[in-house]
C-alpha cells in the first residue's frame, strides 16, 4: 500500500498574493491533499513504486538466503488485491 503524506510541521506556502502584512500560515487542506496526491502520481508516473517494490523483493530474498535457504521467490501483491 502506498501512503503519501506531508509533514504538516515543516510545510508552508511557498508563494501566494497577499497583503503585506499577512503572516506566512500553513498549507490548506486542499492544498495539502492535493499536494500528497501530485506527489504519489509522480512517484508511480516516474517508477519510484515500482523500482521500491523491487529492492524490497531482492532485499528479502538476499536476507532469506543468508538464513541457509537455496530456492526463493518473493512476490508483492497488488495494491488492488484485498
Avoid at 503585506?20 to 500560515?25: E, F
Avoid at 521467490?73 to 488485491?81: G, K, P
Amino acid at each position: 500500500m502506498l501512503l503519501t503524506r506531508l509533514d504538516n510541521g515543516r510545510t508552508w506556502v511557498y508563494s501566494r498574493t497577499t497583503d503585506l502584512l499577512a503572516q506566512r500560515t500553513r498549507i490548506s487542506n486542499a492544498g495539502r491533499q492535493e499536494a500528497e496526491r501530485t506527489l504519489e502520481q509522480s512517484a508511480i508516473d516516474s517508477g519510484i513504486i515500482a523500482r521500491a517494490r523491487t529492492n524490497a523483493e531482492d532485499t528479502v530474498a538476499a536476507l532469506v538466503h543468508s538464513l541457509g535457504y537455496a530456492n526463493v521467490t518473493v512476490t508483492s501483491r497488488d495494491e488492488d488485491a484485498p
